[in-house]
């Protein structure tokens, strides 16, 4: 057989494989159309993270077991999207995240909840709470905190003055370009972007000589990307997409400080997780004004054989709280007991599947 006949027996092979793996999917589609019937009688929760994380690790064992060729990132970028699309067919899902489109919250939506689904732009972090509390939207994606700039206020603010539940966290690398129409770096004269973005690249603008130029921070790296691509000897720091977004030709790539610069992002909606087996917790603590109460308080977590992940203070219209993380799930046994001896000063923000220990 030449190579021309070989190819074409090849895509033969795969065009027959595509054929039964899309009937395997529309089989799929069916079952989860039962599924979203019984949770429509039974007011059961539609999005279940606990579970896709189950299907996640069950595939992936099985995949090890069969030396299969996929690694475990691409069986979730495979299976969470059809797990996404699944939801989509159960009860089509509003997505509302801090945008405008192309921000890196848009990218962490994206990253959960996939192609099929409507995303709506919310121009403030407040914004996304409030449409999720009145329904508008069933879940908002907004960022809790940048490994390089710390806590977002106005989440824990938020978090504090809603009753909502985190129901997921979402990690992604954040990468940064310079993106002009500019030929030369020379001929930059300003550079528009988020005030943090200019922090997290600090050490690239000296490098460069560009911390001379004029450095003007507004609300989102995307619309940076629009106001550059519209106006002469200016430039964008600005995620790769919303580059891409307004047709801004990119520069330098990476251009952050820190080679692992992170951010977390929560998503929010109206119900509680199950457990999974590998959770997280996070609550806000705003302690009576007793001496040595703190001591107590993690005394009592260390004891219960709990590991807190995280703990920070922040001050919440005048008063003091903290912010912390402990690994669990708030229906567990010694968490529930601990929880419930502190209940005049937690408040619960939710049990999620664990993504990751800190960043
Ligand atoms: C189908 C279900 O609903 C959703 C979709 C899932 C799937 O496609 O397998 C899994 C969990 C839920 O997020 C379910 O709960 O089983």
Known sequence: MNNEDGLLELRNQ???????LLDLINQRMRVVHKVGALKAKSGGAIYRPEREKAIIDRLEEINKQKNGLLNRSAIEALFLEIFA?????????NI??????GSFTHQAAEARFGAMSSYI???SIKGVFREVHTKKVKFGVVPIENSSNGIVTDTINCLSNYNLKIIAEVVLDIHHTLSTKCDKVSDIKKIYSKDIAFEQCRRFLTNFGLDEVELIPIESTTKAAKIAANEEGSAAICPHVGAKLHNLPILFENIEDKDNNKTRFFIISDFENAPSGNDKTSILVKFPDRQGILVEFLTDFNKAGINLTKIKSHIVEGNSI???DFDGHKDDENVKKVLQKHTNSVKVLGSYVKE???I
């Open 14 to 20: 795969l065009d027959s494989i595509d054929n039964e």
């Open 356 to 358: 990751i220990n800190d």
């Open 322 to 324: 903290f912010f912390i």
């Open 121 to 123: 732009a919310i121009s």
């Open 96 to 101: 509302g995240y801090l945008g405008p489109e």
């Open 85 to 93: 699309i699944s939801r989509n067919l159960e009860l089509p899902e």
